[in-house]
């Protein structure tokens, strides 16, 4: 707030404040007025009584470390009053901030926070801010700020530095991200930048956990042709270590093992799923029934298909089973087929 002040002041009004005029003026737009909150409201954190770790891209909304009042230095976040918001939008809505802004969000603005600055000074032609948001965004993991680099704006598109700086600092740790980079770069052509971030080994130091995202990274492997890294990617088996809580991200590794030769691989994963896998959503489970059928695992996609009923995937039992005529009528509790009934035999 301090850093972007000069840009929204003449030259009178800045020479004009006093020392201490951010306080003053904070506690001046923090004074509640007829009940209602001032212009500002300072955020306050409220302890955590635990906190458990998360696993998502910077980019995903999480708040900053220490809690939605506590941004990079220490310094307190205060929040707009709505109407101010609204009024602000509408008001402003035509108007580019001032440089003073800009700086002051890619030196003080969370990291996470930055990638979509960055895109709204891109669309605004500011790529100069958008380059530096996003380089500051990037090197804290994210992905969409490294695609970014890796497809720069025209006058640093000859440029080689930024897709490799992206390649040099991509976290190795999420598999879906590194294969989305990969895939990125070399779409774009930069086959050196690419080659860069296989040289870091992805392979041996992705986390196994995500089916989807290690499927993705065999894919990507062997679309690179990096094919030592992707047998070293299998040689860590990720059919046993992968979780079972993404039917779909498990239907597209088993498909992935199948294409790369590892039928071992996709037997012992089809083996794991049968009644562990999570239910959660219809059409992934519906994708990984296919998958185990395609991968010669019928016993285990009908050991899969008889907990549907119970997860509540009656429908798709019904497909799955080709009973659509034998479950006319539904089924009765103990998995029988009812027998025939009608609107009349209700009470």
């Known amino acids: 707030m301090a850093a972007a002040a000069p840009g929204y002041l003449t030259g009178d009004q800045w020479d004009g404040l006093g020392e201490d005029w951010l306080e003053h003026a904070l506690a001046y737009a923090a004074v509640p007025a007829k009940g209602a909150r001032g212009p500002l409201a300072r955020i306050r954190p409220r302890a955590a009584v635990s906190r458990t770790p998360r696993s998502g891209p910077p980019d995903s909304g999480e708040q900053p470390e220490g809690g939605p009042g506590a941004v990079a230095g220490g310094g307190p976040l205060y929040r707009l009053a709505d109407y101010l918001d609204q009024h602000g939008r509408q008001h402003r809505e035509g108007e ?197 059928r395609a991968a010669g695992a019928p016993e285990q996609a009908a050991a899969l298909a008889a907990r549907l009923p119970g997860a509540g995937m009656f429908e798709l039992f019904r497909k799955e089973q080709d009973g659509l005529d034998r479950f006319w009528f539904g089924r009765e509790t103990d998995g029988s087929p009812s027998g025939p009934w009608g609107w009349d035999d209700l009470d």
């Open 96 to 292: 580019i901030p001032p440089p003073e802004f800009w700086a002051a969000a890619a030196a003080y603005a969370p990291r996470a926070e930055q990638a979509a600055l960055g895109d709204a000074a891109h669309a605004r032609g500011l790529y100069r801010d958008a380059a530096q948001l996003h380089k500051n965004a990037a090197a804290s993991g994210s992905l969409r700020s490294a695609f970014y680099l890796s497809r720069p704006p025209d006058c640093l598109r000859t440029d080689p530095r930024p897709a490799h700086w992206a390649a040099a600092r991509r976290s190795l740790d999420d598999p879906g991200g590194v294969a989305s980079l990969l895939n990125q770069l070399r779409a774009a052509g930069a086959l050196e930048q690419a080659a860069a971030l296989l040289a870091r080994d992805p392979a041996a130091h992705v986390a196994l956990d995500d089916p989807g995202g290690v499927a993705s990274l065999l894919g990507s492997l062997r679309a690179a042709v990096a094919l030592e890294q992707a047998a070293a990617l299998l040689a860590r088996d990720p059919a046993a270590h992968v979780a079972l809580d993404d039917p779909g991200g498990v239907a597209f590794l088993l498909d992935r093992l199948q294409a790369a030769g590892a039928p071992e691989q996709a037997a012992a994963l089809a083996a794991r799923v049968a009644d562990r896998v999570s239910l959660s959503n219809p059409a992934s489970v519906a994708f990984l029934l296919d998958s185990l």
